[in-house]
Nanobody
């Protein structure tokens, strides 16, 4: 019964910004660790950012300082603010729900529910 729906992707020039949203239905958003992953054509799906119930966050080195993950439990929504975008950020971005942890795993195997993804394309 858990569903995740991403939105906010699109085409943006290098140096620009986008804000992705992930609307979540189901139980325990307030306590579930949430993550953002991305997958470029021909590449593995990789961890981008995550946030746990205590609002502790984790980021991949490639996006640290440029991306910010946040959550609004009242709206059952997780966000990814992406700034200073680069062409190498081009990918399908996926929202994922993990367990009721006080930590942020970075492995895909630690997340059980996934959205359909939203395309982000950054032009040079």
């Amino acid at each position: 019964q858990v569903q995740l729906v991403e939105s906010g992707g699109g085409l943006v020039q290098a140096g620009g910004s986008l804000r992705l949203s992930c609307a979540v239905t189901g139980r325990a958003l307030s306590r579930a660790t949430m993550g953002w992953f991305r997958q470029a054509p021909g590449k593995e799906r990789e961890f981008v950012a995550g946030i746990d119930w205590s609002l502790s966050t984790a980021y991949s080195d490639s996006v640290k300082g440029r991306f910010t993950i946040s959550r609004d439990n009242a709206r059952n929504t997780v966000y990814l603010e992406m700034n200073s975008l680069k062409p190498e950020d081009t990918a399908v971005y996926y929202c994922a729900r993990g367990g009721l942890w006080n930590r942020v795993p970075t492995s895909r195997d630690d997340y059980d529910y996934w959205g359909q993804g939203t395309q982000v394309t950054v032009s040079s």
